[in-house]
């Protein structure tokens, strides 16, 4: 290395220091030790070959999920930089496990720092929640001109990082059937204002399981709405400039829920109930919810003269569509439909998609071609219920009649792969234990996340930047 070329790295490592793009948590570990992961988004910094292998998969894995939650395209702008720092052999006063999540403008640019501390409790830095934070403070701040040294800013709601990150959870198989039915009858229910405007209890206790349970129907319910993952997408940009007044924001970007915080009050009370009622986090079978569904295909609207109620099924568009109260009514099982799609077996989604649509294109005055719509719709329906039937008898058939217990024709391969596992366990050099403690823990999130993948729910792509 020429003198020249060392005192232009000196210069430069020195406005890192000075702009922050060090920070002195990264600083505890040797910078030569890092790893960018495939989509180039993740630097993880740690001394630990293996470990920095195993949690950049991990944390591509947490996006991609998030991603397809959401319906985003992986367009990051923020590199997220992961430091993880283990504690020193002999520390002066014993610290606990943290990890501290930061916006910071540097002289490359804008960058989330992620800064882990691991020390005697391990099982204290929950990785997989603090990377769903992480990546919404990226989306949300992605568009907006970097902030200045000092100013404040917006991290994304609590009940947003904690809601998504229970679905991702749910759809990896990794669920409580029992925590919201136990909230349901010990009639704890909150309101959407306390929800979404008070800091949540300590959410990895007994305590928390009330705000973990609020945040997942919220955001599952949200979802759920027409145009919910895109909607709740513009909430989170706006979130910065609107995060004072919560209960706006969310009016705003969700009008279909009403513009006053009675009709949310309302809306918030109708999802619990029916949360409650169809045990979300367990999810409706597809025969279930096609009776759910039969019972929102008829609403009433007032009509005759003198004006009374009367029913009137889906499909007789032609007969009330000219009614003063057709709109309202429309509307109103457009939601319900929609709030079904969000605990209703996914074999059974598409087909509540398509009535959500219908309900909207008939509030819209738009009846062009929805008796072939329907028609279409209805033999899509029966088609599903009779595969999922076929599916319940095969799988009934197989678990009475076949042998349990193995053949063994897969027992050399199953040999093979074991051994390659443990030979990949082995550690390259000495191994702190706290971050040995810490990996198997995340090993236990991490290893359910591709193999119960929904069949059909493709990744989104990983760009290389």
Known sequence: MTARTARALGLLLLLALLHGTLRPAA???????????????????????????????????????????????????FP???????????????????ISITLVNTVAGPKVDVAIRIADDPAKV???????????????????????????????????????????????????PDVFNSIVNTEKLPSLEKVITQPPLQL?????????????????????????????????????EGSRDPLTLL????????????????????????????EMLRGLSPAEADAELAALLTFEITAGKPPRPERFALRDFERYSKLPGARPALRLAQVKISTLSGTAHVLFRPVLNEYVEVCGLLAAGKSAGIADRLARTERFRASVLQRS????????????????GSTGQFDKYLSAVEDRDARKRQPSGPADPKLAEYLDLLEQEFAPLRPNMIPGDEPVGNARR
């Open 204 to 240: 990895d206790s007994a305590a928390g399981a009330v705000d973990r349970a609020s945040a997942f129907a919220l955001t599952g319910a949200l979802l759920a709405l027409p145009a919910g993952p895109a909607n709740l997408g513009r909430f989170l940009r706006a979130w910065p």
């Open 27 to 77: 600083l505890a570990v040797d910078l030569r030790h890092r790893t960018v992961s495939s989509s180039g988004q993740f630097v993880v910094y740690c001394d630990d070959r293996a470990a920095r292998a195993r949690i950049v998969s991990f944390v591509e894995d947490v996006k991609t999920q998030l991603l397809r939650v959401l319906h985003e395209r992986d367009e990051w702008k």
């Open 80 to 98: 997220i930089v992961i430091a993880i720092e283990p504690e020193a052999e002999s520390p002066a006063q014993p610290q606990p496990s943290s």
């Open 126 to 176: 929950f990785l997989q929640r603090n990377i769903v934070h992480a990546l919404l403070l990226e989306i949300a701040y992605r568009e907006r001109p970097p902030i200045r040294a000092g100013e404040r800013y917006a991290y994304p709601p609590w009940w947003l990082t904690e809601g998504l990150l229970q679905d991702i959870r749910a759809h990896a198989g990794i669920r409580d």
């Open 251 to 278: 009016a705003t970007h969700f009008p279909v829920l009403g513009q006053s915080p009675q009709s949310l009050a309302k809306w918030w009370t109708l999802q619990l109930a029916q949360l409650g009622k169809s």
């Open 389 to 404: 039937e076929m599916i319940t008898d095969y799988m009934n058939w197989y678990e009475a009649t076949q042998t349990p």
